[in-house]
């Protein structure tokens, strides 16, 4: 079966289709994406056409989350840019412990709002691990949510290929968090109790995840347009208690937004927290 092509009208309907469920801006100069990742549905359901597809999944949520699935991008990576966990281990969690006096097993809660195939979460967990020590002293829970439920299965999993672990990861890291399997590498058990997993639209309440003491939300606002970024800014922002911590990605930030983050700069490192 020679690839399809898609149509004026079919990437019109596509474009409309992804915005309305996932807030993820795409346009014309896409095209060569939709066709290279939606074909394989077409060949996997017999579909002469991107129409066909689209009627499917209008009926099929099953269809549609495929589609989501296949559209949406999943590049991560552990400890990527890694300011943001410098920040973590050397200031954030450090300031919050503090706040919290003498309390008995003080407790944090730390979202990865957009968690992909589990790196970054994981590697949040990791640096809690080697700072706090004794977990047992802490109440430490950490939320990876992605919109992805194939992304959400391989983070669940816990496993990585050797490439994967190839970028961010320490020979050290990976031995004291890492076992080793056939394919690859599995993230330890003790590792694992720290993170759960589950699905999120951030263009959609976010309420049911209660309040947070640290977000991560890297390299999510930039598929969004500019009315869209303030929604999800206010969404994040009711997510938060008074004084959490929010993180962007290293091209991103709260310019033009005003709202209810105060800009910080901690060592040449940005952040922004609730006023």
Same mark, same amino acid.
């Given at each position: 079966?020679? =690839?399809?092509?898609?149509?004026?009208?079919?990437?019109?309907?596509?474009?409309?289709?992804?915005?309305?469920?996932?807030?993820?801006?795409?346009?014309?100069?896409? /095209?060569?994406?939709?066709?290279?990742?939606?074909?394989?549905?077409? *060949?996997q359901?017999?579909?002469?056409?991107?129409?066909?597809?689209?009627? *499917?999944?209008? *009926? &099929?949520?099953?269809?549609?989350?495929? %589609?989501?699935?296949?559209?949406?991008?999943?590049?991560?990576?552990f400890?990527?840019?890694?300011?943001?966990?410098?920040?973590?281990?050397?200031?954030?969690i450090?300031?919050?412990?503090?706040?919290r #006096?003498?309390?008995?097993?003080? /407790?944090? =809660?730390?979202?990865?709002?957009?968690?992909?195939? #589990?790196? &970054?979460?994981?590697?949040?967990?990791m640096?809690?691990?080697?700072?706090?020590?004794?977990?047992?002293?802490y109440?430490?829970?950490? %939320?990876?949510?992605?919109?992805?439920?194939k992304?959400?299965?391989?983070?669940?999993?816990?496993?990585?290929?050797?490439?994967?672990?190839?970028?961010?990861?320490?020979?050290d !890291?990976?031995?004291k968090?890492?076992?080793k399997?056939?394919?690859?590498?599995?993230? =330890?058990e003790?590792?694992?109790?720290?993170?759960?997993f589950?699905?999120?639209?951030?263009?959609?309440?976010?309420? !049911?995840?209660?309040?947070f003491?640290?977000?991560f939300?890297?390299?999510?606002?930039?598929?969004?347009?500019?009315?869209?970024?303030? /929604?999800?800014?206010? /969404?994040?922002a009711? =997510?938060?208690?008074a004084?959490?911590?929010l993180?962007?990605g290293?091209?991103?930030?709260?310019?033009?937004? #005003?709202?209810?983050?105060? !800009?910080?700069?901690?060592?040449?490192k940005?952040?922004?927290?609730r *006023?």
């Amino acid at each position: 079966m020679v =690839r399809v092509k898609i149509t004026d009208q079919e990437m019109t309907r596509y474009i409309r289709l992804i915005y309305d469920l996932t807030g993820i801006v795409l346009d014309e100069s896409k /095209r060569y994406l939709f066709e290279t990742r939606l074909f394989p549905l077409l *060949k996997q359901y017999g579909l002469q056409n991107y129409s066909g597809l689209y009627q *499917k999944a209008q *009926k &099929e949520r099953l269809v549609e989350q495929e %589609i989501i699935n296949l559209m949406t991008t999943d590049e991560s990576y552990f400890f990527r840019d890694n300011a943001p966990f410098d920040l973590l281990y050397q200031k954030i969690i450090p300031e919050l412990l503090e706040g919290r #006096g003498a309390m008995l097993r003080p /407790r944090i =809660r730390i979202w990865s709002a957009a968690a992909s195939n #589990g790196q &970054e979460a994981y590697s949040i967990a990791m640096v809690c691990q080697e700072l706090l020590v004794d977990l047992s002293r802490y109440q430490i829970e950490i %939320i990876g949510t992605d919109i992805s439920t194939k992304c959400l299965y391989r983070a669940h999993l816990g496993r990585y290929t050797k490439f994967e672990l190839s970028r961010g990861m320490t020979l050290d !890291r990976l031995n004291k968090h890492f076992t080793k399997t056939e394919e690859g590498y599995e993230v =330890r058990e003790s590792l694992r109790k720290l993170v759960q997993f589950r699905q999120a639209n951030l263009h959609q309440d976010l309420s !049911r995840f209660g309040l947070f003491d640290i977000i991560f939300c890297r390299n999510v606002a930039v598929y969004f347009n500019a009315e869209d970024r303030k /929604r999800l800014f206010d /969404r994040l922002a009711q =997510r938060c208690s008074a004084g959490s911590y929010l993180i962007l990605g290293s091209t991103e930030n709260l310019l033009g937004y #005003g709202g209810q983050f105060e !800009r910080k700069v901690f060592q040449d490192k940005v952040y922004y927290q609730r *006023k």
